[in-house]
């Protein structure tokens, strides 16, 4: 059974800083794609960030040179560290893999319960 647990989230000053984690049970990241999402009330969910198994990583532009997604093979651990923050970046975030479980040989879409981060103006 794949797990992600996401952790970090909470109530920041605008300019503030905050590190999200998601930690993976029952699939192995560093041969799937992490991604990180949000969704403030009454919009749609968007991908903020992703890193693939190449580490090679994307952003939206809005969070660009504010935003860093990296993972921790060893602790099967993605974080997306959050600087400068500002109000317009309060919402839930999600952690979501994409890739197959550990005893599954299919493909399946994987989210976490999603971890609320509010900034404050």
């Known amino acids: 059974q794949v797990q992600l647990v996401e952790s970090g989230g909470g109530l920041v000053q605008a300019g503030g800083s905050l590190r999200l984690s998601c930690v993976g049970s029952?699939?192995?990241?560093?041969?799937?794609?992490i991604s990180w999402h949000r969704q403030a009330p009454g919009k749609q969910r968007e991908l903020v960030a992703s890193i693939d198994s190449g580490d090679n990583t994307n952003y939206v532009d809005s969070v660009k040179g504010r935003f860093i997604i990296s993972r921790d093979n060893a602790k099967n651990t993605v974080t997306l560290q959050m600087n400068s923050l500002k109000p317009e970046d309060t919402a839930v975030y999600y952690c979501?893999?994409?890739?197959?479980?550990?005893?599954?040989?299919?493909?399946?879409?994987?989210w976490g319960q999603g971890t609320q981060v509010t900034v404050s103006s």
């Open positions: 979501c893999v994409v890739g197959r479980p550990d005893v599954s040989p299919y493909t399946s879409q994987y």
């Open positions: 029952g699939i192995t990241f560093k041969i799937n794609a």
